[in-house]
């Protein structure tokens, strides 16, 4: 088959081998043809994910570096080892603080405005010596090493709109994230965790941002969640990620 560029949807919880297994289900004509993916999605974040067919896999470095738009949902009063709810609860802090505000949090959110450079997340697939960081993080072996970055460029990142979960209602979506990752990602014990810091029952509140980011390749944005955290003194971490464009290929348009 001629060369071709997929506009994919990755599902919650798919990681984006098995998207790939998914699309050679949906349409068996791709059962054996070369195919790979342009430009990583966690399992905990959804949205446009490319497929490069054939002899597309020659320009995959041209689809790995073309740009990207997400909408990112942040919640406040939680940190995590790995930034986003699929992570060890690693902090906690008021998540109803009445400072953490639309007007505050977009002062923080300049700060990510412009070049900068960001550290690869420690659970993520950067290799360093030879080893994934998510394999050096696992072994507790991070402190031996210097954490790579790299420069990225945040094109615009404003705030959408603020809101509040409730304490019942975000163990619910958590609790159905994380039973929808398949493969090893310490989801028993990542559960537990959560299950002591949420109650089914409990009367709490957190404060949640919706942002629009709009980058370069290689930006991560769960570590804009946390990093706006430490920028605004309080816990904090990606509730959802949703990759709306890559380059020109939209989510409107995506193949489910």
């Not at 990755?10 to 998914?22: A, S, V, Y």
């Not at 072996?141 to 975000?170: C, F, N, Q, W």
């Not at 930006?219 to 605004?232: D, F, M, P, V």
Request: glycine letters at 8%; hydrophobic letters at 35%.
């Amino acid at each position: 088959m001629k060369g071709q560029v997929l506009n994919l949807y990755k599902q919650l919880g798919e990681t984006p081998r098995e998207r790939l297994e998914r699309l050679r289900a949906q349409r068996p004509h791709y059962e054996h043809e070369v195919l790979s993916y342009a430009g990583r999605l966690d399992p905990m974040a959804e949205g446009v994910m490319l497929c490069l067919v054939g002899s597309a896999n020659k320009r995959r470095e041209a689809y790995l570096e073309l740009s990207k738009e997400y909408v990112l949902d942040i919640l406040f009063g939680f940190a995590t080892d790995t930034y986003d709810v699929l992570g060890r609860v690693m902090d906690t802090g008021d998540g109803n603080d009445p400072s953490i505000n639309k007007k505050t949090v977009q002062k923080g959110l300049n700060e990510f405005r412009g070049h900068i450079n960001q550290e690869y997340p420690p659970y993520s697939s950067k290799t360093v010596e030879g080893k994934s960081l998510f394999e050096w993080a696992r072994g507790n072996a991070l402190g031996s090493l210097m954490m790579p970055s790299r420069t990225v460029t945040i094109h615009h990142i404003d705030v959408e709109k603020m809101y509040k979960v409730s304490e019942p209602v975000l163990l619910d979506y958590i609790e159905d994230g994380i039973a929808r990752v398949t493969g090893d990602f310490r989801q028993e014990e990542t559960l537990r965790l959560w299950k002591q810091q949420l109650k089914k029952e409990g009367d709490r509140e957190f404060i949640c941002a919706t942002v629009k980011i709009e980058c370069t390749s290689g930006t991560y944005a769960r570590s804009i969640a946390n990093g706006l955290g430490k920028e605004l003194g309080v816990p904090a971490l990606a509730l959802h990620i949703l990759r709306t464009k890559v380059g020109e290929y939209s989510v409107e348009k995506s193949l489910k």
